[in-house]
């Protein structure tokens, strides 16, 4: 059963430009300019998917939540939303500032058509899980953006809505209750839609089954999470900050990968490996500022220039630590098994913590053969990362 259908929706803003400073121009009306938020988007996303989207600051993302929670109206196109939506967008919206928190939980509860009696035995779970028991009778113009955004996000998970929008506003609570709301998400997904929009691409790994990343208002790649990720990765690190455009090799400098080479499980260096032969990739880094939880990947081609597998630590969930100018680190990524017969090329890359800028990229870098065994590969392969 389709959720959400959505076919070329288009989203227009019209926005009013500077006036002239000219005399005359104070008798005329301000010229009006047009921006399209959103270009011919078309989606279909069935129920008990959970979609993650991703993208630069402006490429549309929250525009198409509001369009589809009926908060914002579109200019062209078809939408159809089959379910109840229940929908954290925007820090805030919904709640009356001078309203107790629980006035608003009953206020929201009746908007979306909730009796009363069912509101009354969902009341204590909702404040419960939004930790605010000694709060829930104070007005919610006191609370602080964190408070807000628990309420928030637990009105929106016990009212039981078929389809779920989450906004950024995750990115306000501490780690303890994102780490929380994460959870309720995973659990939630189980027999619910959900729609999912972060700069968080670990969150967004673990949560979705399908990822959508948009750019300028249309559709870049829409399907497999790690495919999409990758994909919006590579053209972020390749656009932003270059160190240089020679030798394909990217970034701002501020750590550099020096070395890079891989070994079999005895350490041997090599550039052929069988199929089933564990090998790792050795990497060594130099840290010239000094940079707070580097984020340390790899993608690998395969002889077509196919972007087929990519991870990193963030995706991996390990925090990389605190590194000095002058440092230097090894990084380890190991794999159990390796790719089915062929020729491979590894990039490696080094990026700030939360992926807006990039220190080195390395195109190509390394490249190798795998030789048929008795044993096939997977274009997934069983890895894990060290950081020595």
């Not at 959900?194 to 969150?203: A, E, G, Q």
């Not at 098994?337 to 020729?343: A, D, I, M, S, T």
């Not at 090329?345 to 065994?373: C, G, H, M, T």
Request: aromatic share 10%.
């Amino acid at each position: 059963m389709k959720a959400i259908t959505l076919k070329n929706i288009s989203k227009k803003y019209s926005v009013t430009g500077e006036r002239p400073i000219l005399i005359k121009s104070l008798f005329l009306a301000p010229k009006k300019k047009e921006v399209w938020a959103l270009r011919k988007v078309s989606l279909e996303i069935k129920g008990g998917e959970s979609i993650g989207i991703i993208g630069e600051n402006g490429s549309g993302k929250s525009t198409l939540l509001k369009l589809i929670a009926g908060i914002t109206a579109y200019s062209k196109g078809v939408l159809k939303v089959e379910g109840k939506v229940g929908s954290i967008i925007e820090l805030g919206a919904g709640f009356h500032p001078d309203f107790t928190g629980k006035e608003n939980v009953y206020l929201n509860g009746a908007i979306l058509g909730y009796p009363k009696a069912e509101l009354d035995s969902k009341f204590s779970k909702i404040v419960d899980f939004a930790e605010l028991n000694d709060f829930i009778d104070q007005p919610v113009r006191t609370y602080s953006s964190g408070m807000v955004v628990r309420l928030a996000f637990s009105v929106a998970l016990f009212l039981d809505p078929d389809i779920l929008l989450i906004d950024e506003v995750l990115a306000v609570g501490d780690e303890a209750f994102q780490k929380k709301c994460i959870d309720a998400i995973l659990s939630f997904k189980r027999k619910k839609t959900i729609l999912f929009v972060s700069h968080n691409l670990s969150h967004v790994a673990h949560v979705s089954d399908k990822c959508l990343y948009l750019e300028k208002g249309r559709v870049m790649a829409f399907g497999n999470t790690d495919k999409v990720i990758s994909l919006y990765t590579r053209k972020v690190m390749q656009s932003k900050h270059f160190l240089t455009a020679k030798g394909g090799r990217w970034g701002t400098g501020d750590v550099v990968i020096t070395s890079a080479k891989l070994v079999n499980r005895k350490g041997t260096v090599k550039n052929s490996f069988y199929e089933s032969e564990e090998m790792s990739l050795r990497l060594t880094l130099k840290f010239n500022n000094n940079v707070l939880n580097p984020v340390i990947g790899i993608t690998v081609k395969d002889q077509n220039t196919k972007d087929i597998f990519a991870t990193n630590t963030l995706w991996k969930g390990i925090d990389t630590g605190e590194y000095k100018k002058g440092k230097r680190l090894k990084v380890e990524f190991s794999f159990k098994e390796n790719f089915p017969e062929g020729k491979y090329k590894i990039s490696p890359a080094v990026a700030s913590s939360n992926l807006k800028q990039f220190f080195d990229w390395r195109e190509n870098l390394v490249q190798y053969n795998v030789e048929r065994k008795v044993i096939s590969g997977s274009l997934a392969p069983k890895h894990e990362i060290k950081i020595f």
